[in-house]
């Protein structure tokens, strides 16, 4: 158990819906990641922050948006969902923000837009 | 970030050590070298970082060539539970992580 926790585990939604995907950083910890696992296109990074503020954007859709709430949680939010978008969602917590920092991996989000 | 090359499958006996190449040759002096393995579609979990000297903890030993260019990662005592993908990641200035194929390491009994 990493101390990362995302909910829910599952999403089955049909397209052109709207979906948010929330996760709880290990305690401590400032800095949320989210990544894509695709069948496809592998595991890739979406967006990064720290404390709050955005630090770093990765392949995220215009569609996609993403936000980290003063108590630290975040919540990826994906609109107008296509059938490509069904995919692992995995959220990342670190201490800090460095290169150095370990990144600690929660369960993920199985989202299947039919 | 610079680029890996890993072999897309390796099989290991249980009980037996497990030797995953990477190759990074682009890799600048600044750049660590990161194991992460991914257990069935679980997250990824972090095994092991280096920078040029060989490192060892609890799950894993890096040993990091001297030009730096290539590393393995060692399982000492491999178990059944050690059957997942691998992924070594370069990875210098920027907090993300930049996944590649990885290696898929099957433990046979």
């Known amino acids: 158990d990493s101390g990362v926790t995302q909910t829910p585990k599952h999403l089955i939604t049909a397209t052109g819906q709207r979906v948010t995907l929330r996760c709880s950083p290990r305690?401590?910890?400032?800095?949320v990641y989210w990544y894509q696992q695709s069948l496809d296109q592998g595991l890739q990074f979406l967006i990064h922050?720290?404390?709050?503020?955005?630090?770093a954007k990765g392949n995220i859709l215009e569609r996609f948006s993403a936000q980290q709430f003063p108590d630290l949680h975040s919540e990826l939010n994906l609109s107008s969902l296509e059938l490509g978008d069904s995919a692992l969602y995995f959220c990342a917590s670190s201490f800090i923000a460095g290169a150095l920092d370990e990144q600690f991996f929660g369960p993920g989000t199985r989202l299947t837009v039919l | 970030d610079a680029k890996t090359t890993q072999p897309p499958s390796m099989d290991c006996a249980e009980g037996r050590a497990a030797n995953l190449p990477c190759n990074h040759s682009t890799i600048s002096g600044n750049e660590y070298v990161y194991w992460y393995r991914q257990i069935h579609s679980q997250g990824p979990q972090y095994i092991i970082h280096g920078l040029k000297n060989n490192e060892t903890n609890e799950m894993a030993s890096l040993i990091i060539t001297e030009d730096r260019k290539s590393s393995t990662l060692i399982l000492p005592h491999a178990t059944l539970r050690d059957t997942a993908v691998y992924y070594c990641i370069v990875r210098g200035g920027a907090q993300k992580l930049v996944f590649g194929q990885g290696t898929r390491l099957t433990i046979n009994p």
């Open positions: 305690s401590g910890d400032l800095s």
């Open positions: 922050y720290y404390n709050g503020e955005e630090r």
